[in-house]
């Protein structure tokens, strides 16, 4: 199976960014984590990131016929979102949405989530491993799918 791990805006500054809340791993570091991850799942993997929202709404259109599952950290994205959303709908794929932080411990503002309308399952505050315990997550997802 073919899995596509979607961030959103401003994650490519990880490792600099507020490292207290996020963690020290850069994207890079996450990246690596999650395709030595995917090997032994035996899924292939494309990892992405962009922080612009129609650039990842296009991104998830195409996974509908290219990939079999979506893990997303949609980054702000997932609180203001409606594009997304209806992307994520579109593709009939499973998602698994993932935040490094726990959003619940943080602004009001972070705890409402477009994308969880359509998760399968929700990940968050657990840092880099959120990714891994995703991509473990798909293992069942696509095989159910
Ligand atoms: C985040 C949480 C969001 O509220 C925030 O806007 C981010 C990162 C996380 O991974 O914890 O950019 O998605």
Redesign the pocket.
């Known amino acids: 199976a073919s899995i596509l791990v979607l961030n959103?805006?401003?994650?490519n500054m990880l490792g600099s960014r507020e490292p207290a809340?996020?963690g020290r791993d850069t994207l890079e570091d996450i990246e690596a984590a999650c395709a030595e991850r995917a090997e032994l799942l035996g899924f292939a993997l494309d990892f992405r990131q962009s922080n612009i929202e129609g650039e990842l709404v296009t991104w998830i259109q195409s996974a509908r016929t290219e990939h079999d599952g979506i893990v997303i950290?949609?980054?702000?994205y997932?609180?203001t979102s409606i594009a997304l959303l209806d992307a994520l709908t579109f593709a009939e794929l499973p998602v698994v949405e993932?935040?490094?932080?726990?959003?619940f411990r943080?602004e009001e503002f972070?705890w409402h989530s477009y994308v969880s309308r359509v998760a399968n399952g929700v990940i968050?505050g657990l840092g880099a491993q959120g990714y891994l315990f995703a991509l473990d997550a798909m293992a069942r997802l696509v095989e159910r799918d």
């Open positions: 959103g805006p401003n994650l809340i996020y950290n949609p980054g702000a997932g609180h993932v935040h490094l932080s726990n959003v943080r972070r968050c």
